[in-house]
C-alpha cells in the first residue's frame, strides 16, 4: 500500500520538485496553488497527508486546514515553508499540524516529517531555533490570537484585501457581493481596531496570513 500525499504550493517548480521526489516514496494524487483549491481537492481525494506551503493565495493553509477539520476530513498536515519563525510555528501546531519544515531542508528531512505524521507523531526541522517541546508547550499554554477572533469568512476577506485585491474582486472570488465584502471587511476592522486598509495589511503580516514580499536586489 502507498500513502497518498496532496501537495499546496503557488509555486509550480515546487510542487513540480517535491512530486518527483515524492513520488518515488508514495501516491502524489492532487496539487492546489491556492489555500481553497487545498480545501476542495483535500475533499475530493482525503489524502493520508497533505504538504503544504502556509502563505497560499486567496486563502492561507492554516485557515484551510481548520475548514478541513470541520469538514471532518483527518489528513495529517505537513507545513514545508521557507519562512522559520517561531510564531507562526507555535500558531501552526495550535492549528493542528503534524509538522513543520522550512523549505532548506533535505528532501531525508521532508520523507521523515511525512513518516512521522503518518505513525501519530510531530516533527520540527532540524536547526530550528527552538526545540519541538518548547514550541508543543508554547502551543498549548498560549491563548488564541486576535485573528481568531474573526469569523472564517472575514479572515478571507482580510486575506484578500492583504494581497492587494479590489472588494469587486474579493466578492468574485467568495461569490458574494460586493457589498457583504465590504461589511466583513468594516467588521473584521472594527474587531481588530485598525481604520485603513494599510493597518489591514500590516495586520495580517502580522499574524501570518501573508507573508512579507521578498525584495528583489539589484544585480
Do not use: C
Amino acid at each position: 500500500m502507498r500513502y497518498r500525499i496532496l501537495l499546496a504550493d503557488d509555486q509550480r517548480i515546487v510542487t513540480e520538485g517535491l512530486t518527483t521526489i515524492l513520488s518515488q516514496h508514495y501516491d502524489v494524487v492532487a496539487t492546489a496553488k491556492n489555500g481553497h483549491e487545498l480545501v476542495f481537492l483535500a475533499k475530493e481525494w482525503n489524502p493520508d497527508v497533505i504538504v503544504a506551503e502556509i502563505a497560499m493565495p486567496q486563502l492561507n493553509s492554516l485557515d484551510a486546514l481548520r475548514m478541513l477539520r470541520k469538514a471532518g476530513v483527518k489528513s495529517k498536515f505537513v507545513v514545508l515553508t521557507m519562512h522559520r519563525d517561531v510564531s507562526l510555528a507555535i500558531e501552526a501546531f495550535r492549528a493542528g499540524v503534524s509538522g513543520y519544515v522550512v523549505k532548506l531542508a533535505s528532501k531525508d528531512e521532508v520523507i521523515a516529517a511525512i513518516e512521522s505524521a503518518l505513525h501519530g507523531r510531530t516533527y520540527l526541522s532540524s536547526g530550528f531555533p527552538v526545540d519541538l517541546i518548547s514550541i508543543l508547550s508554547e502551543a498549548i499554554r498560549r491563548p488564541s490570537g486576535d485573528g481568531l477572533k474573526l469569523t472564517r469568512r472575514q479572515r478571507e476577506v482580510l486575506q484578500l484585501v492583504a494581497e492587494g485585491k479590489t472588494m469587486k474582486e474579493v466578492a468574485t472570488v467568495l461569490s458574494i457581493s460586493t457589498r457583504t465584502a465590504e461589511s466583513y471587511k468594516y467588521e473584521a476592522m472594527r474587531v481588530l481596531g485598525v481604520h485603513n486598509n494599510a493597518e489591514l495589511v500590516h495586520y495580517a503580516i502580522r499574524i501570518g496570513l501573508i507573508m512579507v514580499p521578498q525584495l528583489k536586489t539589484a544585480a
